[in-house]
C-alpha cells in the first residue's frame, strides 16, 4: 500500500496532483494575509494594523504555522521546478518567446518565470517586515516607511504583479490537474481565476499607492494643525530685552 502511494505521489499525473493542492492552500493563504492587510485603510494611524499583527504574533501555534506555510511553500516550487524541466525534456524543440502554439498562452509559458520572480519578493517581504526589528510605532509604521520609498514600492508592485499574472493561468490548471475540469463548467473556472488573479493583485497593489497618495494628505493636514498650536501660543519673542524683565529702582 505504501509502496503505492509513493509510486503514485512520484509520478507525473502525482506531482501535479500535489503541486495543484499545494497551490490551492498557497491561494487560501492569500486570500486570508491580504484581508489582514487591508486593515492598514481602516484608520490613518494604523491602529487596527498593529492590533492585527499583535493577535497573530501572540498565537503560540504561529511558530507551527509559519513551518506548515513555508513547506507548502517549498513543495510548491520545487514541484513546479521539476515540473517545468519534465515539459521541456518532453518538448526538446524550443518554442518562440510570447507566441502562442494552440491554447498555450504568455500567461501559461511564463508560469516558471513569474513563480521565481514571486519567490525572490518573498524573500525580501520576509526580511523587511518579519526578519527586521520592529520599530517601536508598531508594524503600520514600518509598512508605510518602505512602500513610501520608490523602490519599496516598485518591488511590491513587481512582486504582486508577478502573482497576478501566475495565478492568471495556476487556479485554472489546479483543477484541470485534479481531474475536475468539464466542458460544461470549465469556462466558468476560466472565469473565476482570472477574476481571482486580478482581484488579489488589485488588492494588494492598494497598499503602495494607498501610502503615496495618504502620506501627502497626512503631510498636508498636520501642517495647519502646527500653525494653529503656534498661533495660540502666541509669539515668541528671543531677544535679551524681552528675555530680561524690569527692574525699576525705588528713590531713596
Known sequence: MNNRLFALATSSI?????????????????????????????????????????????????????????ALFLAHIVLGIRQAAGNREARPVGYRQFQSHGNRKVSTSSMLV??????????????DFRLAARHPQGLAYMVHERMRQPLGAAVYLLGVGALGVHLWHAFQSLFQSLGLR?????????????????????????????????SPAKAAAKAPAESTSSAVSGPHDSSPAAATPSVTKEPR
Open 182 to 214: 468539464h466542458p460544461r463548467y470549465s469556462p466558468l473556472i476560466d472565469k473565476a481565476g482570472r477574476g481571482l488573479a486580478v482581484l488579489l493583485a488589485l488588492g494588494f497593489a492598494v497598499l503602495p499607492v494607498y501610502t503615496w497618495v495618504a
Open 14 to 70: 502525482g506531482r501535479k496532483a500535489l503541486m495543484a493542492l499545494t497551490g490551492l492552500g498557497l491561494i487560501g493563504f492569500l486570500v486570508v494575509h491580504l484581508a489582514g492587510n487591508l486593515t492598514l485603510l481602516a484608520g490613518s494611524d494604523g491602529a487596527a494594523f498593529n492590533s492585527y499583527a499583535r493577535t497573530i504574533e501572540s498565537n503560540p501555534l504561529l511558530p507551527l504555522a509559519e513551518v506548515g506555510l513555508a
Open 114 to 127: 513569474t513563480g521565481l520572480i514571486v519567490l525572490v519578493f518573498l524573500v525580501v517581504h520576509i526580511s
